[in-house]
């Protein structure tokens, strides 16, 4: 069993800027892809940003230059450093990982994993 924990939500102002974290633990192998999502009510589920395994990101549009991916493969974490932050972005922010649990030579199969979720509201 996998746990994948979301960290670092709150209320901030319009400007500001917050920190996300989610740490994967439990019956770990390895860790491919590891991202962000965001779901506004009312809305779907949208991607906020990508992060391979070697580091290589990729961003929503409306994200770009003010929001950074980054990951501690030694942790099993991925961070996510939102700036300038607007009211629109204002959502519930979702962990998400491609996960091994064990070596496909005996069985193992690459499954998507979800955190529980972390709110952020941005207002004034």
């Known amino acids: 069993q996998v746990q994948l924990v979301e960290s670092g939500g709150g209320l901030v102002q319009p400007g500001g800027s917050l920190r996300l974290s989610c740490a994967a633990s439990?019956?770990?192998?390895?860790?491919?892809?590891m991202g962000w999502y965001r779901q506004a009510p009312g809305k779907q589920r949208e991607l906020v940003a990508t992060i391979t395994s070697g580091g290589s990101t990729n961003y929503a549009d409306s994200v770009k230059g003010r929001f950074t991916i980054s990951r501690d493969n030694a942790k099993n974490t991925v961070y996510l450093q939102m700036n300038s932050l607007k009211p629109e972005d204002t959502a519930a922010y979702y962990c998400?990982?491609?996960?091994?649990?064990?070596?496909?030579?005996?069985?193992?199969?690459?499954?998507?994993?979800w955190g529980q979720g972390t709110q952020v509201t941005v207002s004034s």
């Open positions: 439990g019956s770990i192998f390895s860790i491919r892809a």
């Open positions: 998400n990982a491609d996960i091994l649990s064990r070596p496909t030579v005996v069985g193992g199969a690459w499954f998507p994993s």
